[in-house]
């Protein structure tokens, strides 16, 4: 990860530009995908070349921390509503009400600001072309993931659950806690569930 990180920033001089870099690359180049695997670390997620929401986090938060630029994961509690028409329909109805998304921040010009590369540019205009997740929603729509100093904001972060305090941390603990607190039998239909959601993407939603 850090070679890749170095050989990506080597002809960049400032942090924005930096960061402007390595945003493009977890967002484009790591896929979003359905994982069943969320707490692996950034050279996996590197590995496998797609991810869901921590996976990415994970990634962008580690390899900006390599370029020198003050990075961290920010735990939100979002309703499933955040991945309606990602997950399979019968994934769906299962799924929890509310759930913990994760998206990095990154410090720039001494602020903490969202760099949210959750979804890939492709994914992004075929949710909007298909009016589906937040394409469904006309007050969302405008919703931009190209690059800015002051900020990404991802889609899903408009079904925040009211009143939720957000977590901060440097890595995906709070994200393990909170999966020790699913019951049982939803635990152990997690990888089945991400794996037809997987499909399902590929092929309902991305085609």
Known sequence: MTTITENLVKDCSTDVEKMEKIYLFVRDEIVFDMMSGMLVSSDEVLTMGRGSCMNKAVLLKDMAKAAGIPSRLH????????????????????????????????????????MEATFDAPLHAKLLEKRLNFGKYEERRDNSIEFSSKGV??????????????????????????????PDWLAEMVPYLCDISSKWVREKVRS
Request: charged letters at 30%.
């Open 153 to 182: 904001v991802g889609a899903q972060q408009g079904t925040a659950v009211e009143g939720a305090e957000p977590i901060f941390a440097d890595d995906l603990l709070p994200l393990k806690r909170h999966l020790e607190e699913v």
């Open 75 to 114: 735990f939100m509690e979002v309703r499933k509503e955040a991945l309606e028409d990602l997950l399979h329909p019968g994934a769906y109805k299962l799924w929890p009400d509310s759930f913990l998304h994760t998206y990095p921040e990154v410090r720039l010009s001494d602020e903490w600001v969202s």
